[in-house]
């Protein structure tokens, strides 16, 4: 049955508290993980890995860091800032029915790869190509995706014996839902709101964007 590409679009959401736990039913892991690796790339240099993590105390562990980074975030927090982010749950590493790392090689491709000797960033740029099509993957699935951003590099690199050199770019959550939600849940915890299309609109210039303030 074909997928309705935008609506897929806007239904993704950053998933936390909405996993089930339950099984990724079999070959759906497959396909989403062949959608994220044919992903477009710089100098065709596909410079991601993917690391499948199942294993409870792996992620019980990754579970303590996010937690210990999530108390250094909030102490920098103060008033109403503080009590909005106090409710706010930043991860399901535990809920969810697996994890996903995606990883960034900037030796891949070579020492010249073709387009990137402009843009040192391009290659990072890839790799979230790659997150973007699995996201999107994920959600055509059924499937729920969080992106969880409180780590230190360096701390998952020595949890999963990544190499020196290469990059932990996300540690993504994965699994079934019970639903997406309709809005985005910085949104509905009002810690930011999403501004429309024509606020980030430039015709020719910059500075054309004036017009729309």
Not at 40 to 61: H, K, Y
Not at 138 to 152: I, M, N, P, Q, Y
Not at 156 to 181: F, K, N, S, Y
Not at 189 to 212: C, K, N, V
Request: hydrophobic share 45%.
């Amino acid at each position: 049955m074909p997928v309705d590409l935008y609506g897929v679009i806007h239904q993704r959401r950053d998933v936390r508290a909405q996993f089930t736990g339950a099984p990724i039913p079999d070959g759906v892991l497959e396909r989403v993980l062949a959608a994220a690796h044919a992903a477009p790339s710089v100098g065709l240099s596909q410079p991601w890995d993917f690391i499948v993590i199942e294993n409870q105390r792996t992620r019980r562990a990754f579970y303590e860091h996010v937690r210990r980074e999530r108390a250094v975030f909030a102490a920098t927090l103060t008033g109403e800032r503080a009590a909005r982010f106090a409710q706010i749950k930043i991860d399901g590493v535990l809920e969810s029915t697996l994890s996903l790392v995606v990883t960034y090689d900037e030796k891949r491709g070579g020492h010249a790869v073709l387009g990137r000797h402009a843009i040192a960033d391009a290659g990072v740029y890839s790799v979230c190509l790659a997150i973007q099509n699995l996201w999107l993957a994920a959600t055509a699935e059924g499937l729920g995706c969080g992106w969880v951003s409180f780590f230190r590099e360096q701390a998952v690199q020595d949890m999963l014996g990544i190499p020196d050199g290469i990059r932990p770019v996300a540690w993504l959550c994965l699994g079934p839902v019970t639903h997406h939600e309709q809005a985005p849940d910085l949104e509905r915890h009002g810690w930011a709101r999403r501004r429309p299309l024509e606020r980030a609109l430039h015709r020719e210039t910059w500075q054309s964007a004036i017009d729309h303030l």
